[in-house]
């Protein structure tokens, strides 16, 4: 097995410094096949926690490179999985060595037929044990006729624990993506995983900040059952969630049936008031929609402002998220949105910079600030 060092010693040491899962597998394809191996196709598989999709491969060829697809556990996908090499692996931890030799083992999972008109022969799939005694799965592909040869096998299971030590980094680092990503935000997510873990941590920046809040919430809840009640705030959130993202902002959190988002200035990309103004009048537009649930409405404040970004909480427990008196008065600034009946109100920070028209509501006193402060709604709402 002196010809498996390079690979293993690869696995071991630069495999795990390579930037994602993609790309640990595209540089184990090559250094495979640069060892002599006929390698026309290879595949990892990890299933792993996501909000939509439920199990990820990647897959490589010569052609093509690397890409990624997912697959969603609905029932099409689990009777793809039950029916695929795969169900064995994930389910048992047991190998599928696969040679496409005649029509019977063509046949013997779902997705023969397809591999066979693609020219492969032989398809072998190795379960890669993790430390949590799950097994996620490593597949190899080859044209070349008659297939890999035994001793071609041999040294392929030989490189397992070296594989699965590799592929589990990235797993694990992608899962703690995911869930920063999730649980976090993208942006706030990052900085988490990049070391921002102290109390503290963070920097002032600025920022057009979102508040938005349901109206009617409380007589809503009280007339709806349980799932109709989860069931309208989760549209709510998605619905609020999508348009802030599109726009190139960041939702940082729901707090009760609110939400606090931010459009930060720098960063190079679009105009910050005018992202959160189109996100706006989505969800303003989006009300329309017949599907909306009847008695709820929603108000929407936009400021902008100067806010500390990081992490603040207590010593074993911290929150990444925005604070200071830009927030303060964003809140206050959107609860005004039943006084005027108007479903967006912004502050004269946003009226002045934008580039659409807006309509002076006169000035308030809100709590916490010495000044009154000017009122402003789109004239187009």
Same mark, same amino acid.
């Given at each position: 097995m002196a010809q498996n060092k390079d690979i293993v010693d690869w696995l071991l040491t630069r495999a795990r410094g390579v930037s994602d899962l993609g790309a640990m597998l595209e540089g184990l394809s090559h250094l495979l096949r640069d060892q002599g191996f006929p390698l026309d196709r290879a595949t990892v598989g990890a299933p792993l926690l996501h909000p939509i999709a439920q199990s990820s491969f990647c897959l490589w060829d010569p052609q093509n490179g690397v890409r990624r697809n997912f697959l969603v556990w609905d029932d099409s996908g689990l009777e793809k999985l039950r029916n695929s090499p795969m169900y064995a692996i994930y389910s048992e931890g047991r190998d599928a060595d696969w040679r496409l030799d005649c029509e019977a083992a063509v046949q013997r999972y779902s997705v023969g037929p397809e591999l066979y008109h693609a020219g492969f022969t032989h398809y072998l799939a190795l379960a890669l044990p993790f430390s949590d005694g799950s097994h996620k799965a490593f597949t190899v592909q080859t044209r070349t006729e008659g297939g890999f040869t035994d001793d071609q096998v041999v040294r392929l299971k030989a490189c397992v624990?070296? +594989?699965?030590? *590799? /592929?589990?980094?990235?797993?694990?680092r992608a899962l703690a993506e995911t869930l920063m990503n999730t649980f976090v935000g993208e942006r706030a997510g990052k900085r988490v995983l990049d070391g921002q873990v102290h109390r503290g941590d963070g920097e002032m920046i600025e920022a057009v900040i979102w508040m938005s809040d349901l109206r009617g919430f409380t007589r809503f809840a009280a007339e709806r059952a349980p799932q109709d009640l989860l069931d309208a705030i989760n549209q709510y959130f998605e619905l609020v969630t999508e348009a802030i993202t599109a726009q190139g902002g960041e939702v940082l959190?729901? +707090?009760?049936? *609110? /939400?606090?988002?931010?459009?930060?200035?720098?960063?190079g990309g679009s105009d910050p008031i005018q992202a959160a103004e189109t996100a706006a009048f989505a969800v303003v537009d989006a009300k329309q929609d017949p599907d909306w649930p009847r008695g709820l409405d929603l108000g929407i404040g936009l400021h902008k402002g100067e806010v500390f970004y990081g992490n603040v909480g207590g010593r074993t427990r911290l929150d990444f998220?925005?604070?200071?008196?830009?927030?303060n008065l964003v809140s206050r600034v959107e609860a005004l949105c039943r006084d005027f009946e108007r479903p967006v109100l912004v502050t004269g920070a946003v009226a002045r910079a934008s580039h659409r028209s807006y309509e002076a509501l006169g000035e308030r006193r809100l709590k916490g600030f010495d000044h009154p402060v000017p009122i402003f709604a789109p004239s187009e709402l």
């Open positions: 624990p070296a +594989i699965a030590a *590799a /592929v589990e980094h990235h797993v694990q959190k729901f +707090i009760g049936d *609110a /939400v606090l988002g931010i459009f930060p200035v720098a960063g998220t925005v604070i200071g008196q830009s927030v």
